[in-house]
């Protein structure tokens, strides 16, 4: 069964800290996506990663791939408030097909 | 601009009636795919189409229907067999080609059932 598991689930973070989310998968899979979600809108997309060892980054948030390990994470850095969203991590599977969610990582940066 | 628009953002229904969610994409993309979110919840694949009248069930196919008649087009019935059909629904595309694998969403039709 394919699976994809992100922790944490809740994450209360203070402005200015660094945290990292993870994201582990049960099958083997080249391609990871992240998302963020705000409150009553649709998803928008992060990155995409296609190989291993893959490390994009935009602004406070920098993503990375270990397809060995099966492990994606998302690295933010500095946090401001503006990063408060649900991320979700999803896995590709084969060209044109569904992606498979994580359940996604309510972040909530206070000050 | 290119997208994929979905109709009508806000949908209320009283119980027992059947309701069709519009899907329309610009991106000339093969695959179109629909979600289901419940408050704080992560995605479900209700069902999903790779070509042109042709479609797959997802993970929380019954209660819904599609079609898929035109490449730009995806619409989902929900129906009065769905038991509990409040949440937000999701409308995705992509078209996967080598180096380039992006999938997009629409911005969602919340629909509340009374």
């Known amino acids: 069964e394919l699976k994809v598991e992100q922790n944490p689930l809740f994450l209360s973070m203070q402005e200015g800290k660094n945290y990292t989310i993870y994201c582990n998968y049960s099958?083997?899979?080249?391609?990871l996506y992240w998302y963020r979600q705000d409150p009553g809108k649709s998803l928008e997309s992060l990155f995409v990663?296609?190989?291993?060892?893959a490390v994009k980054q935009e602004g406070r948030l920098m993503a990375s791939l270990d397809t060995k390990a099966r492990l994606s994470t998302l690295h933010i850095t500095a946090a401001v408030h503006d990063l408060s969203a649900t991320y979700f991590c999803?896995?590709?599977?084969?060209?044109?097909?569904?992606?498979?969610f994580g359940k996604g990582t309510r972040l909530s940066v206070i000050a | 601009d290119g997208g994929i628009t979905q109709s009508p953002k806000y949908l209320f229904r009283k119980e027992g009636q059947n309701v069709t969610l519009s899907c329309e994409q610009n991106?000339?993309?093969?695959?179109m795919y629909w979600y289901r979110q419940d408050p704080g919840q992560g995605l479900r694949l209700i069902y999903y189409?790779?070509?042109?009248?042709?479609?797959q069930k997802g993970d929380i196919a019954e209660g819904y229907s599609v079609s898929r008649e035109k490449k730009e087009s995806f619409p989902l019935t929900v129906t009065s067999a769905q038991k509990n059909p409040t949440a937000f629904y999701l409308c995705?595309?992509?078209?996967?080609?080598?180096?380039?694998?992006?999938?997009?969403f629409g911005p969602g039709t919340r629909l509340t059932v009374t």
């Open positions: 099958t083997t899979s080249d391609r």
């Open positions: 990663l296609l190989s291993n060892g």
């Open positions: 189409s790779q070509i042109v009248n042709d479609f």
């Open positions: 995705a595309s992509n078209q996967d080609r080598d180096n380039a694998y992006e999938q997009y």
């Open positions: 999803a896995v590709g599977y084969g060209r044109n097909t569904p992606l498979v």
């Open positions: 991106l000339n993309h093969d695959a």
